[in-house]
Nanobody, 121 residues
């Protein structure tokens, strides 16, 4: 079994910062790419940030320069540092990971349960 558990969401004023974490646990051989998505009420889920196994990162235009994705391979954990938050960043944030389970021959994508981020104006 594999689980992804997010933490770090909450309520913050515009201009503030939050740091999200997502830890993978279970029968994991290797985590390849990590992703952060978000979904605001009434909107489609969007990809916010990606980090590959080699450490390459990619960001949505809406968060470039404000958000930073990073990973700790020893802990099977990904982080999303969010600075200069805006009310439009309000959403449920989901982490996802492309990982190889022990004994498996291919990767599967697993998802966390989501954590609410609310930015007040």
């Amino acid at each position: 079994q594999v689980q992804l558990v997010e933490s770090g969401g909450g309520l913050v004023q515009a201009g503030g910062s939050l740091r999200l974490s997502c830890a993978a646990s279970g029968s994991i051989f290797r985590v390849n790419a990590w992703y952060w998505h978000r979904q605001a009420p009434g909107k489609q889920r969007e990809l916010v940030a990606t980090i590959t196994s080699g450490g390459s990162t990619n960001y949505a235009d809406s968060v470039k320069g404000r958000f930073t994705i990073s990973r700790d391979n020893a802990k099977n954990t990904v982080y999303l540092q969010m600075n200069s938050l805006k009310p439009e960043d309000t959403a449920v944030y989901y982490c996802a990971a492309d990982l190889r389970r022990l004994g498996a021959s291919i990767d599967f994508r697993f998802w966390g349960q989501g954590t609410q981020v609310t930015v007040s104006s």
